[in-house]
Every structure is written in C-alpha cells, then in structure tokens.
C-alpha cells in the first residue's frame, strides 16, 4: 500500500528552514506594498486583467472581451489591436523619452555600444522598410539565426512592426537544427552573421545557415550581419548584407495594426519525440505577460539598470531582454559572450562597468562561480545591485545562500522565478517587497495567477506533499498552442488533467503554500518504490562544503530496481578521494534519508551542458547506463562527455 502511495507522487524529503523578510528600506521603495493585488486578481480574475492590459499596453483599437476561453484555447483582448513593435518603441519616443539608453551593449572582444530608444526605432524602421523591399509581408514567418549583438532585438522588432512572425534559432544550434526549424515553420527570409564571438573564437553562422538552406525549400532572402569582417561566402541574389540593405531605406515605418491574437513570434523548445515543438505566442497577452512580470518581480523603477544574462535564443531573452523591458520603458545590459572571457571575473567587471541594479541569470551559472569561487566577484564593487534573480531550473539552497552572501552582499532580495517558454512569462515568483523569501523556493504563484499541485489522480496533494504542478486557469501569456499541430498541444499539455494544464514539472507545496519545483517529471528517480527528484538529491550533495555542482540520474540496479548515480565538481583544490565520496553518500542521508544516498559517485571536473548552461541529464543516464549517447550537437564542449565516460567506466570497473 506504501508503494502505491509513493508512486502516485514525488515523495518531498528535503527541508529547507531558513527565511528572510523583506527589510524595511526595500519595502519602502518598491512597486508593490502589500498583499492588494493578490486579493484583487482573486475577487475578479478577468477584471484584474483588464485593469492590468489597461495599464500597460496602448491598443489603437480598444478589445471588446477581455477573454475567451475555448479549453485548451485562449483568446485574450479580443478585438483590440497594437503593435508590438510600437509598444517596444514609438510611444517611448513620442513621449519624450527617446534619448533614454534601451540597450548597454557589451561585445566580448571589449567593444560596447550605447543604444537609445529614439536610435533603436529608426533601425528598426530602416529594417522593417527592408524586409518589405524583400517581399517578406505580414502573415510570413522570419527566421533569426544570430548571436547576441543588437541587431538580433532590431530584427524580431522589425518583424514585428510588419506584422511578420519570427522565428528565433539560438546561436549555438547546428545547421541541421536551423533547418528543422525553418522547414517546420515555413519561413520566407533568414537573418544571420557572418560569425559569432565566442570565448575568442569565432562561431560559423552563415557557413551554418549555407548547409542548413541545403535542406530547406521556402527561404528565398538571406540577410547578413557583419560582426566579425571575416570573409564569408555570399550567394547573389539570395544572400544581401545588412548595412547595404538599411543604407537607402527610410528612417519612419508605420506599423501594421494587429490582432490581439495575431501570432507574434514561434519558439522551438523540445518534446519527448525527437521533432521539436514550436510554441506559439500572440500579440497582447504575451506582452502584458511579459511587462507585469518584468516590473513587479524585479522591481523595476525609472532608472534601473536591468541585465538578463541569458541568451535571446530562449524565451527568457525573448521576454525578459527585449519584449518586458522594452514595453516598460527600461534600461537593460546586453553582453554578447561569455562568463569566462577574457578572464573568471568578466560578469562582476560588467556590472561595476554599468552600475547594473538588478541581475537575473542561471542557476548553473551560480553553481560554476561557486566552483571558481568568491576572489573573482571581489575584485569588483558590486554595490549598485539591489535585487537578484534565478531562472531556468530549480536553485538548490546552497547557491541561493551563496549568490545572496558573495554577490548581493547579505543585503538584498533573491527573487526565483518559475515558468516555462510555453507560459510566456513568470508564473510562480515573490514580489519582493512583499514575500518572505526561502531559499531554494519560488515562493507563491502572482497575482491572477493559478497553480496547484496535485497526484496522480488530480487530487490536491496536502501541505507538505509533493506531486505534479498544474494551472488551473488561463493566464494571458500562456502559448496559444503548438505551430501546426493542435493535436499535439492537446495531448502534451492537457490530456493529463483534462480541465488544467499539466506542466511536466514535479514540485512540494511546503505549509505556507510555498512551492519548491524539483525538476521535470521524468527527472523523476523510483528507488525502492520512493519517487526522488534529482534537484533534491543533487541540493543535498551542493550542501557539502567541498562540493560546488553535482547532477544525479537513476541507473538500473538489480536490488532496487533503480538506484542513484552522482557526478561531483569539486570546488578548486579539493581532493577526489575515496573517503571523500563515502562523506558525501552520509551527507545526503543525513539531509534527506537512506533512500537518496547516491550509490555510485563519479567525480568530474565538468558537467555535460547545453551553450545555454543546462545540464543534459539525458546524457548522464546514457554514460550511467553504458549506452550509446544521444543527441550531442547541443553540447558547449563534447569534451567534457568523453571524459565522464572514462570516469564512468572506471567506477564501474572498481564496482566489479
């Protein structure tokens, strides 16, 4: 009967005890005050909406109904029209404000570039007026294959100003990857480079989008940015270099009036089959989703200097580097490489640079500068950051203790942050003048905002249980389904639960309501009929003092039926031992239980990871079980997986 029981949900074994109110000074200065927003959006959902779209978008054409709800499909704002790009820039400018600064550009070889509002609108009407000249009209899709300099916000801005829908294929993706993407949607015209900086070296975008256009049909126009100057070949008539392009074009371009619900942009994330889903997003929704978010979570005031250090290939960039600060007027960092280069401290010396307030990145990040460790932040002043943020996957409480201690100088907010590339925006996060913060938990879902988690059955699981995270109502950003494959968004998202979305994520809901997310569900390890989560498992090893990263998967085990294998980072002169590796399994038992220690340790110097910084567990249980590796043409560095599976293999050997 335990058994059943257990297999129903995630079992919820760490706890984590520490809290930190919000201090008085914060409270003082922030944009929300009190639980009032909370109550409002409670009492009235769709009026709260309302008053929210009321706020922040400028619609040309007044909506007739806040929402219609068709289950699975949404529909917010009906009838109204804006633009994104107009939202983004013109009525900034038109407003006075167009020498506000909307990008500080960092190039990673050093150079920068101070970009204003006024600035950003003529570029992006040059380009606009560009695509037109291309033929690429409203209702066609564009895709964007590009690495982090300005021109990439300028092309989804363009886009978007014609009423075309881009398509955004981050910068470290392979030709084949592009091609995929671009078959899938359709896309008329490609955007590029001619290479990318990347730990001073250079990435072959447009070499990449030459073999990938080997495989495509429906591109017709290639437009190249210059970045690097080094030669790359040029197809006449199809490929056009993009400073040539803006050279005669006029600085104005009136934007179209779109739909509410007009797409604005797909995004590939991946599915559990090998095709990967192109999420959709729409006009109004998505960006009130984004600008609320923005504001509120991060506290954003009139002169905040917001850096998002993630990737524009993502949806975190999409909506938290260009569309959220955009929409609000704001000032955000843009860096183009990479924590590393030329040397450990290049984020902290950005920061000093910039006088940058608020900082939002990776958890796996923060677990790499824990591993580094603290001599490179303090080399810097870093005393102009008052708020922190996390995102991505869930923050063990060990790096959450350590990015708000070495970082924000045991001073300051660590606001982490839930949602998903299909949610559009923040969903479960605190405001930070209001929310007594836990580490490692995301707190509360946001005003208008509603989740629950829940068994196998759909049943509320109690306080202090853990299961399944659901939404039980529509929020505006959510996706309004999957590019060309209703049946998929359908059978992905909302046969589980019929009625809610089902998120694919595991989280525990401790007895204030706090949600604590521990990773996908099929990250999900069954031991002994116990369902463990890795992100639990992998805190409790981060908790060590010796260690600074740590990923956990399930290997098949003849006794349990799966049993727990490790891979340790160490932090900088630690000694991989033997004992070392015992101390660790005693660790996790003391913290979580018998059932979690780990039973194989395999220590390595470096983590399989994605160029975004996401650890590939799917690799690890391929090297845990001896098969052959998936997909690798993600990875930052293959290196790092042919060197765990020498490790792997002499662990197993020792086992023998």
């Not at 944009?31 to 959006?41: K, P, W």
């Not at 506290?299 to 929409?327: E, K, N, Q, R």
């Not at 707190?443 to 699981?461: F, K, M, Y």
């Not at 309004?480 to 809901?509: L, P, Q, S």
Request: aromatic share 10%.
């Amino acid at each position: 009967m335990a058994q059943t029981a257990s297999d129903s949900t995630i079992d919820a074994l760490l706890k984590e005890g520490r809290t930190f109110p919000p201090s008085e000074q914060f409270t003082a200065q922030a944009n929300v005050r009190s639980d009032a927003l909370y109550r409002e959006a409670e009492a009235d959902p769709e009026s709260f909406w309302a008053g929210q779209a009321e706020k922040y978008l400028t619609f040309s054409r007044p909506w007739d109904t806040v929402l219609e709800w068709n289950l699975p499909f949404a529909r917010w704002f009906v009838g109204g029209q804006l633009n994104a790009s107009y939202q983004c820039l013109d009525r900034h400018v038109e407003k006075g404000r167009g020498d506000k600064v909307a990008y500080l550009w960092e190039g990673e070889p050093g150079d920068a570039r101070r970009i204003t509002y006024a600035e950003l609108l003529e570029q992006v009407c040059r380009f606009a007026n560009a695509l037109r000249g291309l033929g690429v009209k409203r209702g066609d899709r564009v895709g964007i294959y590009m690495g982090m300099v300005p021109e990439l916000p300028v092309a989804m801005l363009a886009c978007a100003r014609i009423g075309a829908a881009h398509s955004v294929v981050f910068g470290g993706f392979s030709a084949d990857a592009v091609a995929d993407r671009m078959n899938d949607s359709g896309s008329v015209c490609l955007i590029t480079q001619d290479e990318a900086w990347r730990r001073g070296t250079t990435v072959p975008l447009k070499r990449n989008v030459d073999e990938a256009l080997l495989k495509t049909e429906t591109i017709r126009n290639v437009v190249v940015v210059r970045r690097t100057g080094n030669d790359v070949p040029m197809d006449q008539g199809r490929d056009h270099w993009y400073h040539d392009l803006l050279a005669d074009q006029p600085a104005t371009c009136e934007p179209e009036a779109m739909e509410s619900e007009d797409l604005l942009f797909t995004l590939y994330t991946s599915g559990t089959t090998a095709k990967p889903k192109g999420i959709k997003h729409t006009t109004a929704g998505y960006l009130l989703q984004t600008m609320y978010t923005h504001e509120l979570v991060f506290d954003i005031h009139p002169d905040t200097v917001f850096w998002c250090a993630a990737d524009i290939g993502w949806v975190t960039g999409h909506s938290y580097i260009v569309y959220g600060p955009l929409g609000n007027g704001g000032t955000s960092v843009m860096y183009e490489g990479t924590p590393d280069f030329p040397d450990k401290d290049r984020w902290w010396a950005t920061i000093e640079k910039y006088g940058v307030n608020v900082l939002y990145c990776a958890p796996t990040a923060i677990r790499t500068f824990m591993k580094w460790g603290r001599e490179f932040p303090d080399r810097h002043e870093l005393s102009s950051l008052r708020l922190l943020g996390t995102v991505g996957e869930p923050i063990n409480p060990e790096a959450w203790i350590w990015y708000r201690e070495v970082i924000g100088g045991s001073r300051i907010p660590v606001v982490d942050t839930w949602w998903q590339t299909e949610t559009g925006g923040i969903m479960i996060a605190p405001l930070p003048g209001v929310t007594t913060l836990k580490p490692g938990s995301a707190t509360r879902p946001l005003p208008g905002i509603g989740a629950s988690v829940v068994d196998e059955q759909g049943n509320d699981v109690p306080l202090g249980g853990g299961g399944y995270v659901v939404l039980t109502k529509p929020w505006p950003g959510m996706l309004r389904g999957i590019w060309g494959d209703d049946e998929r968004y359908k059978d992905t998202y909302w046969t589980k639960y019929g009625d809610r979305y089902f998120a694919g994520d595991g989280a525990r809901i401790d007895e204030d309501g706090y949600f604590w997310f521990m990773g996908r569900v099929d990250d999900v390890m069954n031991v002994s009929g116990h369902r463990i989560s890795t992100t639990e498992v992998e805190s409790a090893l981060v908790d060590h003092p010796s260690v600074a990263e740590a990923a956990v998967t399930a290997k098949a085990d003849e006794q349990t039926g799966q049993a727990i294998s490790a891979f340790v980072t160490l932090r900088g002169g630690v000694e991989e031992t033997t004992e070392l590796a015992s101390e660790l399994r005693d660790h996790v038992g003391k913290l979580i239980g018998a059932i979690a220690k780990p039973k194989w340790i395999t220590f390595t110097p470096e983590l399989p990871k994605t160029r975004s910084g996401k650890i590939m567990r799917r690799l690890l249980r391929d090297i845990s079980e001896n098969r052959t590796l998936g997909d690798t043409t993600t990875l930052a560095d293959a290196n790092v997986v042919r060197e765990l599976q020498s490790r792997a293999a002499t662990e197993a050997d020792k086992e023998q």
